[in-house]
């Protein structure tokens, strides 16, 4: 097991490269950030905004829970969704799902009254509106299906809050994204998205390449 000196070091790695890169660098970044992005992804540890797309420290906001659930009682997730638009006034919101997601597997275990069991709850509801298709599937499929509809889903919960039907209602406003992110191949593809107070749009369908 890696003791804290280890990544304290890599700290200090990482620091000295970037100033010989940019000596200036982190001096800019102190006086303020302007991200153009609010990312709302899962906790995995496989799945980092930054890293994904290739993006530079202030470029990209985020939130990232278990299963990246956007839960309009959580004064964490709206919190930082109000700041995003109100304040950073980001052009687009990603909501960004993985396959394979760990939360997604266990909202299939049966329902307990510990708090990872109730926050799986709310994907156990995307479950049983998508009941019927999601029967048909074998376990991969079903779970690879859950994946993706948690995804759209999330972003419809977005969509549906006041702070985004106010900010397009005034006539601005991000767009929101629902991508899902394969851990196989490295690859983001986008499932949904919606511009404004219209209604949710479904992507074409792209192959996982699973
Ligand atoms: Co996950």
Redesign the pocket.
């Known amino acids: 097991m890696a003791d804290i000196e280890h990544f304290l070091d890599r700290n200090r790695a990482w620091a000295a490269g970037q100033v010989e890169k940019d000596p200036g660098g982190f001096q800019a970044l102190a006086e303020g950030q302007q991200p153009e992005m609010l990312w709302i992804g899962?906790s995995?540890s496989r799945v980092s905004p930054n890293q994904m797309m290739d993006l530079s420290l202030g470029e990209v906001f985020v939130h990232r829970n278990i299963?990246n659930q956007v839960v309009t009682s959580d004064p964490n997730c709206m919190s930082v969704v109000q700041y995003a638009v109100e304040v950073l006034e980001v052009t687009h919101i990603v909501v960004c799902g993985?396959y394979g997601?760990?939360?997604v597997i266990a909202s299939f275990d049966p329902p307990g009254q510990d708090t990872i069991q109730l926050w799986l709850d709310h994907i156990r509801r995307v479950s049983r509106r998508y009941q019927d298709e999601l029967a048909d599937l074998e376990e991969e499929a079903r779970i690879r299906r859950l994946c993706e509809v948690n995804v759209v889903e999330q972003v419809r919960n977005l969509a549906d809050t006041d702070i985004l039907q106010a900010a397009w209602q005034a006539g601005g406003g991000p767009t929101l994204h629902g991508l899902i992110y394969g851990l196989h191949d490295g690859r983001l593809r986008r499932l949904c998205h919606q511009t404004g107070t219209g209604d949710l749009i479904l992507d074409p369908p792209t192959s996982p390449g699973l």
């Open positions: 899962c995995d299963a993985h997601c760990g939360g």
